[in-house]
């Protein structure tokens, strides 16, 4: 179908399905999920959309400002809450847990929530490195668990399409050879004036664990800050061009000297494509991706990320004697429910996750190639 979900079977040895208690064998039971982190985007785009999942209970949220955890546990009935999430893996009884906290805090918080045997969900990137991003996971592997990182463009329906089509374009050889791809994201402004976010403006308390570097050594004091923003937004643009090609490419060059406008070369296994990042500030979100064939494209417009309930635009143009456009709509979905769910069901029937740690790994590897061309 083509708006199918993306996995392989998790071949981890004698485990079986989620069943605990469960009154249909042949159905799992729902997922217990802890929260950590009450900010912003986990209140607008994760709690909202877990708490609603028919395929888990989300039964303890840790938060470190006490009066933010308190308002968000009793306006979704979260019936624990607990001031940091060691409290809460002590005492909660959990199946999974969904880390949205300050990047420097993610990668610790959820290393300790891996080797408590706990199926993992963290925000995009993974990690700042690749050495902090193999720690997870290494951990995931270790204690037999799922890793999945939050790509969510990867769960919109309209990508998913785009992906079908594309393979089947690739292979039907209808519009020649691929040619050329082009990744654009020069941003905007994302939230979409999105409502519900509480703010209790309370001084947040001392995290209980030591936060991780947002760059790694290698990289200027003076560059750190600018390759940890880049990381944050264009991780987006990296996987995508991943999901829909396969692998990981060969940095060939990158431009990198201004952040209002970036130029990066890729290689897949001979196709060129390029990532063009910058800033444009407007009311609004600028971001696509171009596939070229010696007979038409198609061209995929991905929404703003806070827009509900509108996935990815797809048009797919055919040349020739009669120049035919035809634009493509999946139904109304939105990323961010759709990604919840996806990882409620990876871990319930113990699938890898398309956004697996694994995969998630190799866009910082790519990241990384890009800040040495920088670097130098």
Known sequence: MPCGRFYAELHYSGVQPWKKGSQDPMEPEKLKIGIVGAGFMSQVAHIVNFVRDPGCHVVALAE?????????????????????????????????????TPRSMTGPIALDCLNAGKAVFTEKPLAADTIQGKKLVDAARHNNVILAVGYMRLADAGIQMAKHHLDQLMTSNELGKLTYVRTHCFQG????????????????????????????????????????????????????????LGG???VDYA?????????????????????????????????????????????????PALLQNLPA?????????????????????????RQ?????????????????????????????????????
């Not at 308002?71 to 979260?78: F, S, Y």
């Not at 939230?191 to 991780?212: H, K, L, M, Q």
């Not at 069901?345 to 996750?353: E, G, N, S, W, Y």
Request: with cysteine.
């Open 64 to 100: 470190l400002r006490p009066q933010l955890g308190q308002a968000i546990a009793a306006k979704h009935n979260i019936p624990q809450v607990y001031p940091n999430h060691q409290r809460m893996l002590e005492d909660a009884e959990t199946d999974a847990v969904v880390v949205i």
């Open 189 to 244: 402004e994302d939230y979409c004036n999105i409502d519900g976010f509480v703010n209790t403006r309370e001084t947040v308390v001392a995290s209980p664990v030591t936060p991780w570097a947002t760059a790694p050594d290698w990289i200027a004091n003076d560059k750190k800050q600018d390759y940890a923003r880049f990381l944050n937004v264009y991780c987006h643009n990296i996987n995508l061009m991943r999901y829909f």
């Open 248 to 250: 990981k490419p060969r």
């Open 255 to 303: 431009a990198m000297d201004s952040p209002r406008g970036r130029l990066v070369v890729f290689d897949f296994n001979g196709i060129k494509a390029t990532l063009e990042a910058g800033q444009m500030d407007h009311q609004g979100w600028d971001e696509n991706v171009v596939f070229y064939f010696e007979r038409g494209r198609i061209r995929v417009t991905p929404p």
């Open 313 to 337: 635009q797809v048009e797919i143009f055919r040349g020739g004697d009669e120049n035919i456009n035809t634009i493509l709509h999946s139904g109304w979905s939105w990323a961010f429910k």
């Open 340 to 376: 919840a769910s996806q990882f409620v069901d990876d871990v319930r029937h113990r699938r890898i996750p398309r956004n697996s740690g694994d995969d998630a790994l190799m866009d910082l590897a790519v990241h990384e190639e890009i800040w040495k061309w920088r670097m130098a």
